[in-house]
């Protein structure tokens, strides 16, 4: 599918969670894809598009969890897949869409993009 086409398939809210997704990008970083409309809406309401998204296949809900090279660099990966039973409670404690304070991103909520969902956007 063709940026063109998927982006007249989803709304833009949608579309912003899928380029949050295929980024690999912790779920605060969503807010500079959302347009403006988007960033005055609730998180909870927020959460509800993003879980329709997760429900279709097409993302994944991770925690932050640290890698290292064999040389000994150190980075982050996606860890951990956070439980569907407790998706909702996660994605609507308005915490999990900020940056952490300490700038360590380990723990953080990450969205990462499912082979179906790489479908839509590539």
């Known amino acids: 599918?063709?940026?063109?086409?998927?982006?007249?398939?989803?709304?833009?809210?949608?579309?912003?969670?899928?380029?949050?997704?295929?980024?690999?990008?912790?779920?605060?970083?969503?807010?500079?894809?959302?347009?403006?409309?988007?960033?005055?809406?609730?998180?909870?309401?927020?959460a509800g598009i993003l879980l329709a998204l997760v429900d279709r296949g097409w993302i994944e809900v991770r925690r932050v969890a640290p890698w290292a090279t064999s040389s000994g660099g150190k980075g982050f990966q996606p860890g951990e897949l956070v439980p569907r039973d407790q998706l909702r409670a996660v994605l609507e404690n308005p915490a999990n869409w900020e940056y952490p304070d300490d700038f360590s991103w380990i723990g953080a909520v990450t969205l990462v993009e499912t082979e179906a969902g790489k479908k839509i956007i590539r």
Not at 9 to 23: D, H, P, Q
């Open 1 to 46: 599918m063709s940026e063109r086409e998927w982006q007249g398939e989803l709304t833009k809210s949608e579309g912003a969670f899928m380029v949050n997704a295929c980024e690999i990008d912790i779920l605060a970083g969503v807010w500079g894809d959302l347009d403006d409309a988007d960033r005055s809406r609730p998180v909870e309401e927020l």
